[in-house]
T-cell receptor, first 112, second 115 residues
């Protein structure tokens, strides 16, 4: 296993378009997290899955954002009707119940 | 409320010297974990070191050590024998038990190692 994988690495989109990001966690990790990191800031928690269940959602996750983990493996984060304020690095992390919190390299979104 | 404060936006250190990156935190949870991550320009968050709130001794991992002062709520990272490859953003993070699996991050410190 090569760690947490995120795709794409970079995404440029026009304002108003929808975008979807994918995260593949470490295979034996049952927990998956999404964070958002804007320029000059640390990552901020968005949401958390245990297996396929979405157990926590931050108030940062507006109605335009939706995350899924349908089979308890990979996860997708969709942003509808993107706004310039959505420009950020979106980081995924995974862990097991015993720990091993590991981040991916992130998807850098630019909304123009 | 949970809060992590890193007051040094940027730091410079001479190669082979030691450097201390400051971090203070605030939480009412008596059980929490403190972490330091390195983020190079590629974007990946690389785990460096962990300190549990009940750990009696300061954590060490190779050239990294964590100066944990619980009464002051500080968790400073010490990097010894700096290398050029240490140049990166460094983030302090906290995970209180009451917050489940959520991490709270500071705003980071940009470290530049000078040859």
């Amino acid at each position: 296993d090569t760690g947490v994988s995120q795709d794409p690495r970079h995404k440029i989109t026009k304002r108003g378009q929808n975008v979807t990001f994918r995260c593949d966690p470490i295979s034996e990790h049952n927990r998956l997290y999404w964070y958002r990191q804007t320029l000059g800031q640390g990552p901020e928690f968005l949401t958390y899955f245990q297996n396929e269940a979405q157990l926590e959602k931050s108030r940062l996750l507006s109605d335009r954002f939706s995350a899924e983990r349908p089979k308890g493996s990979f996860s997708t984060l969709e942003i509808q009707r993107t706004e310039q304020g959505d420009s950020a690095m979106y980081l995924c992390a995974s862990s097991s119940t015993k720990g091993g919190y590991t981040f991916g390299s992130g998807t850098r979104l630019t909304v123009v | 409320a949970q809060k992590i404060t890193q007051t040094q936006p940027g730091m410079f250190v001479q190669e082979k010297e030691a450097v201390t990156l400051d971090c203070t935190y605030d939480t009412s949870d008596p059980s929490y974990g403190l972490f330091w991550y390195k983020q190079p320009s590629s974007g990946e968050m690389i785990f460096l070191i962990y300190q549990g709130s009940y750990d009696q001794q300061n954590a060490t991992e190779g050239r990294y050590s964590l100066n944990f002062q619980k009464a002051r709520k500080s968790a400073n990272l010490v990097i010894s024998a700096s290398q050029l490859g240490d140049s990166a953003m460094y983030f302090c993070a906290m995970s209180p038990r009451e917050a489940g699996n959520q991490f709270y991050f500071g705003t980071g410190t940009s470290l530049t190692v000078i040859p």
